[in-house]
């Protein structure tokens, strides 16, 4: 089992670029979300998906846009990157439709760096 | 809105030496309560899930204990490959989960 597979692992982007980054899961679930990780400050959620065609904002969620077009894919797009969106991104997912009650599995996160 | 704050931000021990982590948290209904490890570079690796006061569960040298305000994860007698960040978060009303900065441990042998 791949699991949940997050791609790139690095990039750098000048400022004002745009990009996408991909997340897949393999174990159908129907929970999935973002989140970044900034130094001392945690992990904190962007947007998460209850299902296919099914989005919402959570605490950070400016400066990204996300879709959900199969159970399997979850991308999170920059639309206009900015130095403040240097991270590390992570992509979970979890079995039902909210983390209550059950484990979330992590991709293996991207490093993003806007210069 | 739900809070999560763990300390120590860092704890340094001796292989062998026992010792706690802490996680304290307020939300609204909390439906769960997780811990995480977090290897270098990795993404979390789920440990626990607690879901009432007095609840514990353990796993190898690690045992989570909940009550109505925090929660402890044990660590006993631990091996320099305990060394990691130690997460915890919260699930409350809403359908998040709501993280701690972490407690980054090394064992040192």
């Known amino acids: 089992n791949a699991g949940v597979t997050q791609t790139p692992k690095f990039q750098v982007l000048k400022t004002g670029q745009s990009m996408t980054l991909q997340c897949a899961q393999d174990?159908?679930?129907?929970?999935m979300s973002w989140y970044r990780q900034d130094p001392g400050m945690g992990l904190r959620l962007i947007h998460y998906s209850v299902g296919a065609g099914i989005t919402d904002q959570g605490e950070v969620p400016n400066g990204y846009n996300v879709s959900r077009s199969t159970t399997e894919d979850f991308p999170l797009r920059l639309l206009s990157a900015a130095p403040s969106q240097t991270s590390v991104y992570f992509c979970a997912s979890s079995y039902g439709t909210a983390p209550v009650n059950t484990e979330a599995f992590f991709g293996q996160g991207t490093r993003l760096t806007v210069v | 809105e739900d809070q999560v704050t763990q300390s120590p931000e860092a704890l340094r021990l001796q292989e062998g030496e026992s010792s706690s982590l802490n996680c304290s948290y307020t939300?609204?209904?909390?439906?769960?309560l997780f811990w995480y490890r977090q290897d270098p570079g990795k993404g979390p690796e789920f440990l626990f899930t607690?879901?009432?006061a007095g609840e514990e569960k353990e796993k190898e040298r690690l045992k989570a204990t909940l009550t109505k305000k925090e929660s402890f994860l044990h660590i006993t007698a631990p091996k320099p490959e305990d060394s990691a960040t130690y997460l915890c978060a919260v699930s409350g009303s809403a359908r998040q989960l709501t993280f701690g900065s972490g407690t980054q441990l090394t064992v040192l042998p």
């Open positions: 174990m159908n679930h129907e929970y």
């Open positions: 607690l879901y009432s």
């Open positions: 939300v609204s209904g909390l439906r769960g």
